[in-house]
C-alpha cells in the first residue's frame, strides 16, 4: 500500500439500492459533498449476487445486524425491510436516468433506499415504486411509460468496470481521485482526500 497526496474537487459514490450499507452511507455522503463543495458522482452497481458474487446465508445474516446496528448509532431509521433484490432492483434503476433528468438524482436513490430498508415498501410493483417517485419530488405518470426500459444497463455495468478496476467490489465504495475508498464507516477518509490531506490509495 503506498500514499499518494489527494487534490479533487469530485466524489464518484459506487452503490447498490439492495446495500444496507449504501442506504446507511448516502445521505451522509450527500451533506458531505454539500459541506464541502463538491461535487457527487452518483454511480449504482448491480448487488453482488446479481453479478453473479457469492454472499453465504451467514455473511446475509451478520450484515443486517450490523446495519441495524449503525443504523441506531447515526440515528437513521432502519428494520422495516422489503428486499428489492431482482425485477425490484432493475425496475429502480431504469428510472435513473429520468430522476437525473429533472435534477432529483438524489432525491431518488434516497426516497428508494429509504423505503424499502424503513418502511417496508415493495419496489417491485407499480403501487410501491409510485410511492418512491412520489417521495422523491418525480411525477409517476411520466415514470410509468418508461419504466422497465433497459437503457441503465450500459451505464451500470461500466460503474461495475471501473469499481473493479479500483481494486474494489463491495459497495458502498468511493473514488476521490486516485484514492479508492470502501465502507460506510469510511467517510473521514473520503473528507481527508478531499482536504488535499496524504491518503492511503486504498483505505
Not at 446507511?24 to 463538491?38: I, M, P
Not at 433497459?150 to 486516485?178: C, F, I
Request: glycine share 8%; hydrophobic share 40%.
Amino acid at each position: 500500500m503506498s500514499d499518494a497526496r489527494i487534490s479533487c474537487n469530485e466524489i464518484d459514490l459506487f452503490l447498490s439500492f439492495r446495500s444496507p450499507y449504501s442506504y446507511l452511507a448516502f445521505n451522509r455522503t450527500c451533506e458531505l459533498s454539500d459541506r464541502l463543495g463538491v461535487k457527487l458522482n452518483i454511480r449504482p452497481v448491480l448487488p453482488m449476487v446479481m453479478r453473479g458474487l457469492p454472499v453465504p446465508p451467514a455473511k446475509r445474516k451478520y450484515i443486517l445486524m450490523d446495519a441495524a446496528r449503525e443504523a441506531r448509532y447515526h440515528g437513521i431509521p432502519f428494520g422495516r425491510i422489503c428486499d428489492p433484490l431482482g425485477r425490484p432492483i432493475e425496475r429502480g434503476y431504469s428510472l435513473l436516468q429520468y430522476a437525473e433528468e429533472e435534477g432529483r438524482l438524489r432525491e431518488y436513490c434516497s426516497a428508494f433506499m429509504t423505503s424499502v430498508w424503513s418502511k417496508g415498501v415493495d419496489a417491485g410493483t407499480d403501487m410501491g415504486l409510485a410511492k418512491i417517485v412520489e417521495t422523491a419530488g418525480l411525477d409517476w405518470s411520466k415514470a410509468r411509460i418508461i419504466v422497465d426500459n433497459d437503457d441503465w444497463r450500459v451505464q451500470v455495468e461500466k460503474n461495475r468496470e471501473d469499481l473493479t478496476a479500483l481494486g474494489l467490489w463491495g459497495v458502498p465504495s468511493y473514488r476521490v481521485g486516485t484514492a479508492a475508498i470502501w465502507g460506510q464507516d469510511r467517510l473521514w477518509a473520503v473528507e481527508a482526500a478531499l482536504q488535499h490531506t496524504t491518503t492511503p490509495i486504498v483505505s
